[in-house]
């Protein structure tokens, strides 16, 4: 925790932003880390999601109480470097129509079999919704307040990034990428991948909701 606030902070003098830290339904001593480390960065705050209802929630909770007109959210684990927000938003910041542009992260640094998965999940997800659509879990998104208000039904599990880029593809926007460097998780465990098992369960939720998604918007013209 203290890691991510103190690398934040190397941006406070350049950048006027807002760090917002969601606690999803913790269960350690999460709440009380975060209250003694906070003190310490006036930049930050945190958002309270009393029970953990899944990934895209805690996202989503964080994104609707965030007070700027640019939002962004990456992972809170330090597997992307809290700069790649900084260097997403100049890439926004610097774009040819920046109120219809989504700018995201593109992995490297990864494994074959990691990046497999990856390509095969851009494909497939370009098949469907008939629009290019790569490395979707790729962090950090960086987008206009704008497009929040296009994420009516979303999903609160681990799709809500799919479901982010076919939003926002379906009202027009650009998705643009900057390179970021895809770090081994410092800290915990990953609540999806833990086993191969638990990989390809998810792998195979990703797909029917996929179907799913796109039926929904056939069926809403």
């Known amino acids: 925790m203290q890691e991510i606030l103190s690398q ?3 941006f406070k003098d350049k950048r006027d932003f807002e760090l917002i830290l969601v606690n999803n339904g913790s269960t350690d001593n999460t709440a009380q880390v975060l209250t003694n480390e906070l003190s310490k960065y006036s930049f930050a705050r945190t958002v309270l999601v009393a029970q953990n ?3 895209g929630h ?5 994104l609707q109480q965030a007070k700027g007109e640019i939002l962004a959210f990456t992972h809170g ?6 700069a790649d927000v900084f260097l997403s938003f100049e890439k926004w910041q610097n774009s040819q129509y920046p109120k219809r542009t989504l700018v995201k992260g593109k992995r490297t640094g990864r494994g074959l079999q990691a990046n497999l998965i990856t390509f095969f999940m851009g494909i497939l997800a370009t098949l469907i919704f008939q629009k290019k659509l790569f490395d979707i879990n790729g962090q950090p998104k960086v987008f206009p307040r704008t497009l929040l208000e296009k994420l009516k039904n979303y ?3 681990f799709e809500f990034d799919l479901f982010l880029l076919v939003k926002a593809k379906q009202a027009g926007f650009a998705i643009t990428t900057i390179p970021v460097v895809f770090n081994k998780r410092p800290h915990g465990k990953s609540h999806w991948s833990f086993s191969i098992f638990s990989k390809y369960k998810t792998i195979l939720k990703m797909i029917l909701y996929m179907f799913r ?3 929904d918007s056939c069926e809403g013209g």
Do not use: C, H
């Open 8 to 10: 934040f902070a190397n």
């Open 53 to 55: 209802q899944g990934y």
């Open 155 to 157: 999903p609160k599990t």
């Open 58 to 62: 805690g996202v989503m909770q964080g």
């Open 213 to 215: 998604l796109r039926y």
């Open 77 to 82: 684990d330090l597997q992307t470097p809290p």
